[in-house]
């Protein structure tokens, strides 16, 4: 048996037709004639045009607004604006000094699911005190509320609100209904369309990439290959024309350049073969335990961290998962923990955590940072930290400067984001995103 509908809230007839007013707007958002903004504006206004409703308030999350002059900011994907009518008590941010806009545990957990029209806040259960105490300080007595969702994904919220307690009339909850239901779906679009546009620039920017990896890539192949063959063309013509203890002495110093360059261009080698091997092999995502696989990685760095005088902590807590190749994952992982190792100062730490998150599609994902204890980058390093072959460690440091652009390349196949955060002095914070398995 179905629990019994709250008595402050009124339930919505399913034999009232909306008004042609909001039929009118309903076809014009669903055919995307307005932005955004505009589709906002035009349904406030219906609302308050009809003089039942003294305040709309809308909050929008994964499609914010082009101009966001009017809006404010909440969080870090939260606009909200308010549209209310002259004269009117109400308004959406409390004015006692307390931070933030309404929170309404009470029906925003039911809003999620269903519309939402609440007649008094007097007649609220005494588990929605706080609902009470949020709509008494902002001068609202009544309010008909939902989730903008479409396909599990919630792109904002919509609400309509009036000072004075009482019944809402079926016209507006029939319109409310329509133009919620057909706000949502422009909503949807409009993220759609942006998705695809940051999709077609990704792609763009990743030719360029790749263009410009190849480029850099021949010219970082070209610098050791030409010290061997003229080290090389060099001995030979000192073999010739020097006595045999002469020629001796200068194989002796000139082969420890030869070396050098060899064992550089050999480890350009074998970073690209390994990457090669990895982004080609055609084994599918799985599920990954993320504390396994940093285990793992920790595991194998135990003997450079001694040697470094670096601790290595795993934070990492059981449960998590993400959808990836394995092999990929660890290797992505082992760039981080040991960049995060030979780049820290001696008797530095190196803490590896991870966390759910929720991407911008509204899907879940996991983030794993690794944080050290070293010198930092400046914000201009960090631009660059990603490019290839650049380094900012000293000579007795060893690589080649392809390790977090391949990494990032390896994150990428699997649908992750690699990224970092770095203060000078203090540290830096490198992460991986990746989708939840």
Not at 43 to 71: C, K, M, N, Q, Y
Not at 91 to 115: C, F, K, N, W
Not at 267 to 273: A, I, K, P, R, T
Request: proline share 6%; charged share 20%; aromatic share 4%.
């Amino acid at each position: 048996m179905a629990p019994a509908t709250p008595v402050a809230l009124q339930e919505l007839a399913v034999d009232v037709a909306p008004s042609a007013g909001a039929a009118l707007l309903s076809g014009r958002l669903l055919t995307g004639e307005l932005s955004v903004e505009g589709a906002c504006e035009q349904v406030s206004a219906h609302f308050l045009a009809g003089g039942e409703a003294e305040i709309v308030v809308l909050a929008l999350t994964l499609t914010p607004p082009e101009d966001r002059g009017p809006w404010l900011h909440l969080g870090d994907r939260v606009w909200l604006r308010e549209w209310v009518a002259p004269g009117s008590p109400c308004h959406s941010v409390p004015r006692d000094g307390s931070e933030g806009a309404l929170t309404m545990p009470y029906l925003s957990q039911r809003a999620r699911d269903e519309i939402v029209a609440l007649t008094d806040r007097d007649l609220l259960p005494p588990e929605a005190a706080t609902d009470r105490d949020e709509l008494q300080q902002c001068g609202t007595a009544a309010i008909v509320s939902c989730a903008l969702q479409r396909d599990a994904a919630m792109y904002g919220s919509i609400s309509v609100g009036r000072s004075a307690p009482g019944p809402w009339s079926q016209q507006l909850l029939a319109d409310y209904r329509l133009l919620s239901a057909a706000l949502a779906a422009g909503l949807a679009a409009q993220h759609s369309r942006s998705l695809l546009t940051d999709a077609l620039a990704v792609g763009d920017q990743a030719r360029h990439v790749q263009q410009q990896f190849f480029a850099t890539v021949g010219h970082e192949l070209r610098t050791p290959l030409s010290t061997i063959i003229g080290y090389a063309e060099l001995l030979a013509d000192q073999a010739e024309r020097q006595p045999p203890g002469e020629f001796a002495a200068e194989v002796g110093r000139d082969a420890g350049h030869v070396l050098t360059a060899s064992e550089h261009l050999l480890d350009v080698v074998e970073d690209l073969l390994g990457t090669g091997r990895l982004l080609g092999a055609e084994d599918s995502r799985l599920s990954v335990d993320v504390a396994g696989a940093v285990a793992d990685v920790v595991h194998w760095h135990r003997v450079p961290a001694e040697k470094h005088g670096v601790t290595v902590v795993n934070g990492v807590p059981a449960g998590l998962s993400v959808l990836a190749r394995p092999a990929g994952l660890r290797q992505v992982l082992t760039n981080l923990v040991g960049n995060a190792i030979v780049h820290n100062r001696h008797g530095g730490r190196v803490e590896v955590g991870a966390q759910p998150l929720v991407g911008e599609g509204g899907q879940p994902r996991v983030r794993v940072t690794v944080r050290d204890t070293g010198r930092g980058l400046s914000a201009v390093q960090l631009r660059s930290a990603f490019e290839p072959f650049v380094r900012f460690a000293g000579p007795s440091v060893k690589g080649t400067g392809l390790g977090l652009p391949l990494a990032r390349t390896v994150a990428e196949r699997d649908g992750g984001e690699l990224g970092a955060d770095s203060t000078p002095g203090e540290g830096s914070v490198f992460w991986v995103d990746l989708p939840a398995g």
